[in-house]
């Protein structure tokens, strides 16, 4: 598999609690580089924007609201299967089914407080990195 890139974002649960090195750590050392990194508070149309594909769904308002609740850190991360493996660092999208040893599976206890985001695709991760990171990484 060539070398690919995903965009991950630390939610504003994570940023409040510390957890930015741990995230970092944790993909740096499995081996994948950093392209592109900002903390940045977002405002609602835009956190609407990046969740446009859930916006039918009952927890979209609050999930949004979460969201825009503090500062998130966005990220760009390179390397080989970056975007499924990045998933597998995460762990499943509610933490409380996430394996220990995944990001989430460490971290979280709440869906709707799950630290961190990432890609679920190579083309969710063009589309998402073009939107947070407008300027080019
Ligand atoms: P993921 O973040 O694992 O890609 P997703 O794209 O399906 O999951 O949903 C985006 C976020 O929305 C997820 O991280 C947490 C929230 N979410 C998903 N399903 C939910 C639910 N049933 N209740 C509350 N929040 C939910
Ligand atoms: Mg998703």
Redesign the pocket.
Known sequence: MASEQTFIMIKPDGVQRGLIGEVISRFEKKGFYLKGLKLQNVEKSFAEQH?AD?SS?P?FA??VEYIVSGPVVAMVWEGKSVVSTGRKIIGA?NPLASEPGTIRGDFAVD??R?VI??S?SVESARKEIALWFPEGI
Do not use: A, E, S, V
Request: charged residues 15%; aromatic residues 16%; neutral net charge.
């Open positions: 969740y859930l769904k927890f609050g999930l999208t869906i709707g799950n985001h990432g679920d």
